[in-house]
């Protein structure tokens, strides 16, 4: 089956019956096919009631291939039907009633088998557009409104209740509880959500953290949620995942393009070799319906249809599966190409860390508590909109496990930290030469912020009234899968792993360290970035570059795969990346390379497969040791088991 062949597979054999109209058809063939065969051998009953089974078969059986026959050729192409519905002619023409309705009764099997399996396949994508609810609940004052999905606009407020299902992508305004993302991100443990700040404008949906975010399709747990709508539902994240998942089936893998040049010079060749055929009555010392016969059962031995089949069937079932697993993989060559990989590059900043700075180091003076130096700190940065002071609140009030009040006055000391005013004493937060200006520091402390500084942490001291209470210190640490995930990847076989970052080379030394890598490629701009991946490839072949989708688009664009993390709901990530991590989960990474090799594996059996019939198959039939029934049997047994080979990727569980 060719490309124009698979175009007619994405409508459904309608007719009388339904969608089952084809398989149907193929039974009541087969049906007639056993009548007439079985009538055959009954004297006591005319010959003629034999015939009218057998006309009966190639009716029900033909029926459908006599359409996409007729479709193609009126589109000025030959195709496999027209080629099946010639050879079931000739065979009628030369009185083998039952080879030709045999032939067609196996070819509309194997055919709507086919299509049976395929749309398995898709159904498995289509599934996704089903988890989002038709209807919301939309807050108008006081009241609730049961509206259709599609009347909801950006900015309506509606209400999720517990236990049921997202309708729309969105904020959370109200409330706060779990939510179970996996129908999108592929998550196993549910996110927890909460309210974003007071008067939050949908139109800020994408510069927040994602636990102030839902998305269409995701199962609240137990909690109400107020959402306020920031896409409409033709734009949410799961229809735009469906969308890509289904364009990605049209791109064709390395060996999809194989095979399709191969059937451009091997089509012609079969219909030159079948019409020699025809006239080896003239050579050979044989009647021309024996060398009619022949040739239409090369025929149909040489009918490349499972070659056609092997690789779609194995690439949509891939994709199929990995889009259920929270992973967007863009059609068959990037599907191929993820299990080759030699070396994988990875960002810092996002990919391999939470992309957000933490409280990571409490370290007070000999004149000091922790709590004090807390406390102090927490109040100083309270009024501060840097995301490091962001960090420390957060980090400082989860350790003290209390809200702290803010301090006053404070002002900002360019290059060296902030002042302020704490219970009428002055505070002083920032680096050395700030803290140099008010006394000495002593060596400890010198010691202790040098070597925090060499491990990647940014380091600051904090001084009440002149008196130096200590260090905190902060760093955007590794993700807690991050040394796991690496690992897998290297018994996995990918021997080289780097990461490129445009932080300065101390920091990216120390996070590489941290969680096993051995190469660290600092200070780099996003140009930079382009020719570090750019060497890679001339070094180590294929390569992967892994990051956020937006910053590090250039160098994703220029390896071999390009891989975005966290995707769900960035319409840049989406858009950027061959392969998308919905959620933030690096470990994904090991399944969808799993995931890849498998599909390999799968397209290159089906190869074998597809060719090898054909190989036995023609020079069979050229010295007549096989006929157009085993021809057939062989031909269209062998398509459909590559269709059902190619399906055990939808049951793919990795390691």
């Known amino acids: 089956m060719n490309k124009e062949k698979q175009e007619a597979n994405e409508h459904e054999h309608s007719g009388v019956f339904g969608g089952k109209s084809e398989l149907i058809f193929a039974i009541f063939s087969g049906v007639c096919l056993g009548l007439g065969f079985g009538l055959s051998f009954v004297k006591t009953i005319p010959s003629g009631v034999s015939l009218g089974c057998y006309l009966g078969a190639y009716s029900f059986g033909g029926f459908f291939t006599a359409r996409e026959a007729a479709e193609s050729v009126a589109k000025g192409r030959f195709e496999i039907d027209f080629l099946m519905l010639v050879a079931a002619v000739g065979a009628a023409c030369l009185g083998q009633w039952a080879e030709g309705a045999l032939l067609l009764f196996l070819f509309s099997l194997g055919h709507s088998l086919e299509h049976y399996a395929m749309e398995k396949a898709r159904r498995s994508i289509a599934a996704l557009a089903e988890l989002a609810p038709k209807t919301a609940l939309l807050k108008q004052g006081d009241q609730l409104k049961e509206v259709g999905i599609g009347e909801l606009k950006p900015g309506d407020d509606i209400v999720v209740k517990p236990n049921s299902k997202v309708p729309a992508d969105g904020i959370v305004v109200k409330g706060a509880g779990a939510v179970n993302q996996a129908p999108i991100t592929g998550e196993s443990i549910p996110a927890d959500k909460q309210a974003a700040v007071a008067g939050t404008d949908w139109k800020d949906a994408d510069r927040l953290e994602t636990k102030f975010r839902v998305f269409a399709g995701s199962i609240n747990g137990g909690d109400t949620l107020e959402v306020r709508v920031t896409r409409l539902s033709e734009d949410s994240t799961i229809a735009r995942l469906v969308k890509l998942v289904n364009e990605a089936q049209t791109q064709k893998s390395p060996t999809q393009n194989f095979t399709d040049r191969l059937e451009k010079y091997y089509v012609p060749a079969v219909l030159g070799l079948v019409a020699l055929l025809l006239f080896a009555w003239a050579i050979l010392p044989e009647a021309f319906s024996a060398s009619f016969y022949r040739a239409m059962a090369v025929l149909v031995a040489a009918s490349p249809c499972a070659l056609a089949i092997a690789t779609p069937s194995a690439v949509l079932s891939g994709v199929a599966r990995a889009a259920r697993a929270g992973v967007l993989i863009k059609g068959g060559r990037p599907l191929e190409e993820l299990g080759a990989l030699k070396a994988i590059a990875f960002d810092k900043t996002g990919t391999l860390t939470e992309g957000r700075p933490r409280l990571t180091e409490v370290y007070p003076s000999n004149e000091s508590s922790g709590e004090e130096l807390l406390t102090v700190a927490v109040s100083v940065e309270k009024l501060s909109d840097h995301p490091l002071a962001a960090a420390i609140v957060r980090g400082g009030e989860e350790k003290l496990g209390r809200s ?56 600051m001291l904090v001084a009440l009234n002149g008196r130096l209470l200590g260090i905190i210190a902060l760093m955007d640490v590794a993700r807690s899968e991050a040394k796991e995930t690496l690992n897998a990847l290297q018994s996995a076989g990918i021997p080289k792993m780097i990461m490129l970052t445009g932080d300065n080379q101390q920091v990216a030394e120390a996070v590489a360290k941290s969680i096993g890598l051995t190469e660290a490629w600092g200070n780099l701009l996003p140009e930079q970035k382009v020719a570090a991946v750019e060497k890679l490839r001339q070094t180590e072949g294929k390569v992967a570059m892994v990051g956020d989708g937006v910053n590090d688009a250039p160098a994703m664009a220029k390896s071999t795969v390009g891989i975005a993390m966290g995707a769900a709901g960035s319409d840049v990530a989406l858009e950027t990346a061959d392969i998308a991590l919905m959620g933030d989960q690096l470990n994904r990474l090991p399944f969808v390379i799993g995931l890849s090799r498998k599909a390999h594996r799968i397209i290159r059996q089906n190869l074998v497969m597809s060719l090898g019939m054909v190989v036995i198959l023609i020079p069979l039939t050229l010295l007549g040791i096989a006929d157009i029934g085993p021809a057939v049997i062989g031909h269209e047994g062998s398509t459909v088991v590559v269709v059902f080979n190619a399906l055990r990727l939808l049951a793919y569980k990795g390691k």
């Open 404 to 459: 702290v009040t803010p301090a006053s006055n404070v002002k900002a000391l360019t290059g060296r930290g902030v002042q302020a005013t704490y219970e009428g004493q002055t505070v002083f937060i920032g680096n050395k030469e700030l803290l140099k200006e008010q006394g000495s520091v002593p060596e400890d402390i010198k010691k202790r912020m040098e070597e925090l500084e060499r491990k990647g942490n940014t380091a």
